[in-house]
């Protein structure tokens, strides 16, 4: 295994100060995968106090929890003292952290076997619970026993299934059965700490995946609303799935982005609630996106995604059925209700959607989305006006002429926006200054 030099470096001072050191958990995972690692964990028996003596530039990380971060280069590796985690009363985290002098006890405290191993030059590859043959057979299995793992800390069965998606692995049986066992106490653990295992999860390779937060009972402890679309049928020409493996299959044609693969996941979460079933038994879902992207917002709230996020996927979410008839007027507009920032996802978002529908009409459904980004990068090639700041004039022209300052100057300048939209020849200067003198006769 290839430690870089500032690694290297770190575990070479610790061990000649009496210490031992090792590279740990994710990172040596990943090195055997042949994955550059995008971090690496230094696990040593040597104390905080010890660590920060050792090094000139170290940060008090998680002082606390053993972890002190040592600055090389600008970047920070994070040393943690080999510890055993005490009593967890509330299936979240330990009542206290014990420090230990023992590199066993620090590993068996760890999730999975994968993420268990450590390394160092010396010492070569410490592998006591069969690591390196669960990554050779693509396996996620607890270290000791899953049912008591699962009852410290809850969040690890959603850590389960989010390296199951990273790594394409299967779940070992016993501890795919002790998280169906305990799916329910996931329950205490906080919304921040789901989100981050999710958007994992959704933006892997494996974002199908998420059929097994659906199976093994943790969809419904955080997103019943899954739950609701893996057992919602739709009798439609346009579909051949029901709308929750419609979505898992959107999902994994989506490109692997956050926002797209959120939106994939949310798009029809309003189907459920706005089905209806007319007398010849086909099902329809009038007005899904625009409840969806409201239905969205509240579970994006309350896993308590940041503003940004959740107002680019809800904009996706509501508008991803949108289908004007193309002309370059219309595209003009749906480009201003969108954003034109977001108008690439959204095709996106279409293309991945019509793929996981059924063949019906399939042909033509894509040309229509191939149209709409033709034409759409037309608009944008011949830089048509689509803000209002891409207006010839602007407020100091109306103020100029005349119009008191506050409301009227945005009114003014909306309706000359809207006539520019309509007809993009008239954005030239002196078109505009006549037009807004007319509207204040
Ligand atoms: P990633 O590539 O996502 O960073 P990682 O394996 O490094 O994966 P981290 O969450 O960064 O995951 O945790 C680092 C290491 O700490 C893990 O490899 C594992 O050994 C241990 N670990 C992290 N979270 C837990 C937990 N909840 N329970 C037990 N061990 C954990
Ligand atoms: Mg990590």
Redesign the pocket.
């Known amino acids: 295994m290839n430690l870089p030099a500032d690694v290297q470096n770190i575990i070479n001072v610790l061990e000649s100060n009496g210490h031992e050191a090792y590279a ?4 040596v ?2 090195c055997i995968l042949g994955k550059i ?3 690496w ?1 230094i696990t040593t028996s040597a104390l905080p106090e010890q660590v920060k003596a050792l090094f000139s530039r170290t940060f008090d990380t998680g002082i606390e929890h053993g972890t002190v971060t040592v600055l090389m280069h600008g970047i920070g590796y994070e040393v943690t003292t080999y510890r055993v985690d005490g009593k967890y009363e509330d299936g979240r985290h330990p009542k206290e952290v014990t420090f230990t002098a023992s590199l066993e006890e620090d590993l068996k ?4 076997t994968i ?2 191993m450590a390394y160092n030059d010396s010492k070569g590859l410490v592998d006591l619970f069969g690591g390196k043959q669960d990554l050779d057979s693509g396996i996620i299995r607890a270290v000791g026993n899953p049912t008591e ?1 699962f009852t ?2 809850a ?2 069965m959603l ?1 389960a299934l989010r ?1 199951s998606a ?1 790594l394409g692995f299967e779940i070992e049986h016993a501890t795919y059965q002790a998280i169906k066992e305990l799916a329910p106490t996931l329950e205490r653990i906080s919304a921040e700490r789901i989100q981050v295992e999710m958007v ?1 999860l959704v933006t892997s390779p494996h974002p199908e995946k998420i059929r097994d937060v659906y199976e093994t009972g943790l969809t419904k402890i955080f997103f019943p609303e899954f739950d609701n679309m893996m057992e919602c049928e739709q009798v439609n020409k346009h579909h051949m799935y029901t709308v929750g493996e419609h979505t898992i299959v959107a999902m994994g044609l989506a490109p692997a982005d956050k926002v797209i693969r959120l939106t994939m996941m949310l798009h029809d979460i309003a189907k459920p609630v706005c089905k209806t079933t007319e007398e010849n038994g086909q099902n329809h879902f009038k007005m899904h996106p625009v409840k969806g992207a409201e239905m969205a917002r509240l579970v994006l709230r309350r896993l308590k995604f940041d503003n940004d996020t959740t107002d680019r996927v809800c904009n996706l979410v509501k508008n991803h059925d949108d289908r004007p008839e193309i002309n370059q007027r219309n595209v003009r507009r749906m480009i201003i209700r969108v954003g034109q920032e977001n108008f690439n996802d959204l095709l996106e978002v279409k293309k991945a959607d019509c793929l996981a529908q059924s063949m019906y009409h399939r042909e033509e459904k894509l040309a229509y989305i191939e149209e709409l980004e033709r034409v759409f990068g037309e608009i944008v090639a011949a830089g048509d006006c689509l803000k209002i700041k891409d207006l010839k004039i602007n407020g100091k022209d109306l103020i100029e002429m005349g119009v008191p300052q506050g409301q009227r100057i945005g009114e003014v300048l909306k309706t000359i926006f809207d006539a520019v939209v309509e007809n993009p020849s008239l954005n030239e200067r002196e078109t505009l200054l006549t037009m807004a003198r007319d509207m204040l006769q």
Do not use: M, S, Y
Not at 24 to 27: A, I
């Open positions: 740990v958990g994710g990172c995972r990943d690692p995008h971090d964990d405290r760890r999730d999975f993420n268990a793992r410290e800390d969040l690890r850590r390296f990273q994992k």
